[in-house]
């Protein structure tokens, strides 16, 4: 079972640079979340989607855009990066409301140097 | 805008000890979830509690939801060292499609 698969699992940017974050799920959940979580810290919103082609901002969306062309991928992009970006990033995904579980992938941790 | 509050932030204690963590809101949630991170990896659902005063145990943790559906509780049992991680709480938002996640316990449990 794969489950929630994110790429990479490492990245060190420099200041300026662009990335895209991969995730991947197989489970054909509705709902996909990105978060970030920095060192000690609980997770932040970041973006999120209930379905193919819709998306909406959490609660620290600047910085960062998404796109869900497919049930299956949800990849975040980073433009200009700086170095406040720097933290462990996190896909989740969940097939519906209603109490359902939220799975996560093994987290990117980013670097912005 | 909703909001949980997680107490303590970190806890160290000894093996055998017991210990409570609590997760706190003044709005109410359609469930609650708990769940560990270890370090390196994404966090794992504990539990799931939906119905105000459910009590649901699992080994030596006991997980309570408030009767009002505004906090929640856990409650691990002669801790041992394969207890320690993060423990977060995420409560189902108004919207549905979110959760909304406490900051987290960091917990330590000494050898």
């Known amino acids: 079972n794969a489950g929630v698969t994110q790429t990479p699992k490492f990245r060190i940017l420099k200041i300026g640079q662009s990335m895209t974050l991969q995730c991947a799920q197989d489970?054909?959940?509705?709902?996909m979340y990105w978060y970030r979580q920095d060192p000690g810290m609980g997770l932040k919103l970041i973006y999120y989607?209930?379905?193919?082609?819709?998306?909406d901002k959490g609660e620290v969306p600047n910085g960062y855009n998404v796109s869900r062309s497919t049930t299956e991928d949800f990849p975040l992009r980073l433009e200009l990066a700086a170095p406040s970006q720097t933290s462990v990033y996190f896909c989740?995904?969940?097939?519906?409301?209603?109490?359902?579980?939220?799975?996560f992938g093994q987290g990117t941790r980013l670097t912005v140097v | 805008t909703q909001l949980l509050e997680q107490s303590p932030q970190f806890l160290s204690i000894q093996e055998g000890e017991n210990l409570t963590v609590y997760c706190n809101s003044s709005?109410?949630?359609?469930?609650l979830q708990w769940y560990r991170q270890e370090p390196g990896e994404g966090p794992v659902l504990l539990v799931t509690?939906?119905?105000g005063g459910e009590v649901k145990k699992l080994k030596r943790l006991t997980f309570q939801f408030g009767d009002a559906r505004k906090d929640s509780s856990l409650h691990i049992t002669a801790a041992q060292p394969g207890d320690t991680g993060l423990y977060l709480c995420?409560?189902?938002?108004?919207?549905?499609?979110?959760?909304?996640w406490g900051a987290g316990t960091k917990l330590i449990i000494k050898p």
């Open positions: 989740a995904s969940r097939p519906t409301r209603g109490g359902t579980e939220a799975f």
């Open positions: 489970m054909n959940h509705n709902y």
């Open positions: 989607s209930v379905g193919a082609g819709i998306t």
């Open positions: 709005s109410v949630f359609s469930s």
């Open positions: 509690v939906v119905t």
């Open positions: 995420a409560g189902e938002g108004d919207s549905n499609y979110q959760l909304i």
